[in-house]
């Protein structure tokens, strides 16, 4: 029988998930967990590995399983991270493997895993290739030097649209609300991206200290915005099946998917980083404490921190890449790609983005708790 939590729910416990450990496992537990072998259960978002249409197959872990004999069972399954986490939380807190080797999840959840224990440590001798993650990604406050996570891919937040309802794009908040649009925006249900993109465009800089109220004020503008009629929904990633339906017109979105959308829809979407800036995290590789499969995972792990293998997953997946060398590489894979800002951001492409702020466990707490209710699921 699943055990179902509701994210309200979720909420309430959040604050079990960074501070002490909830699973409290010995080194005897995780050894004899880390100890068998079997197909890598391998969990992430939706278009976010190169992809074969023909074969139906992802050619980097095809190559792999045929290089090292270790089978990957590769699933979609993740679209928010609070629905996934609330998925998974009752089997975690009862020490139950959760059926993933593999997870990646967004920084700001990937730090609440480690903080509760609910993710192993590396061994980085099975990691050799960790040494070419770029460094401004190799210490970051949620893990410091890498030791539980590593990152999958960089991730802008910013604006996009169907060209030919936004013919002349969308680079502003007044654009993206515009009467046109009414009725067919739609925002991400990752507060950190949505709420940040507003409040930067409210003046508010979220990477320094903010109080509750310019919180509250992004968190205000949001909830008109949905009470006039404007965003139709907050949503996951499948805010792309609304995109391709013409269901939506204009959101706040990620731009590997609009690259890959339009890849598959022939260029009919556009995306840009706001005038007002966009937001920059990252998703992370992490395997799960109860994973029985440790071994192998760290070998999946460490193949996609191969320069040559990242960029062939960045020339699909168009995210920023996180691995030293994959420019470079790119050289042979798509030469077209080399100087894509949205892959290899330039030093004014980095001007424009902007980290969300840590949060404290209370205002983790009370943020998503208002979000939430402000999106209808609470």
Same mark, same amino acid.
């Given at each position: ?93 009862? $020490? ?33 290739? $960790? $040494? ?208 894509? $800002? ?37």
């Amino acid at each position: 029988m699943s055990i179902e939590i509701s994210r309200r729910n979720l909420l309430k416990t959040a604050g079990g998930l960074s501070a002490a450990s909830l699973l409290s496992l010995s080194s005897e537990e995780l050894a004899q967990a880390a100890s068998k072998t079997s197909t890598v259960r391998f969990a992430n978002w939706s278009l976010y590995l190169d992809y074969n249409n023909k074969t139906k197959s992802y050619p980097t872990l095809v190559d792999f399983s045929k290089k090292s004999g270790i089978p990957v069972k590769y699933m979609e399954v993740i679209d928010d991270n609070d629905t996934f986490t609330a998925k998974v939380t009752p089997q975690l807190r009862l $020490k139950k493997d959760i059926g993933y080797d593999i997870v990646v999840l967004t920084e700001w959840m990937a730090g609440r895993w480690i903080s509760g224990g609910y993710v192993t440590k590396f061994d980085d001798a099975k990691i050799p290739n $960790k $040494k070419n993650v770029l460094p401004y990604l190799l210490n970051r406050p949620m893990d410091n030097g890498r030791h539980y996570s590593l990152p999958w891919a960089g991730i802008i937040a910013g604006f996009a649209w169907n060209n030919q309802k936004n013919p002349k794009g969308i680079h502003t908040m007044e654009q993206l609300f515009a009467p046109a649009n009414k009725g067919k925006v739609e925002v991400l249900s990752e507060m950190r991206d949505t709420i940040g993109l507003i409040m930067m465009w409210q003046g508010t800089d979220i990477s320094k200290p903010f109080s509750q109220d310019k919180f509250m004020n992004a968190i205000d503008y949001m909830k008109k915005m949905i009470h006039d009629g404007f965003i139709r929904q907050v949503k996951g990633q499948s805010y792309q099946e609304d995109l391709i339906s013409g269901d939506a017109v204009a959101v706040i979105g990620w731009s590997g998917d609009i690259s890959q959308l339009n890849s598959q829809n022939t260029n009919r979407f556009g995306f840009a980083v706001p005038e007002s800036g966009g937001t920059f995290s990252t998703d992370n590789m992490m395997i799960p404490a109860l994973s029985p499969n440790k071994v192998n995972a760290e070998a999946v792990i460490n193949n996609y921190y191969d320069p040559v293998v990242a960029a062939r997953v960045a020339n699909y997946i168009n995210y920023v890449c996180p691995v030293g060398g994959a420019q470079q590489a790119m050289e042979k894979i798509n030469p077209a790609q080399v100087h894509n $800002k949205l892959i290899f951001p330039d030093a004014a492409m980095w001007k424009k983005l902007v980290v969300f702020r840590d949060l404290t466990q209370a205002e983790q707490i009370s943020f998503s708790t208002a979000f939430q209710k402000a999106s209808g699921n609470a």
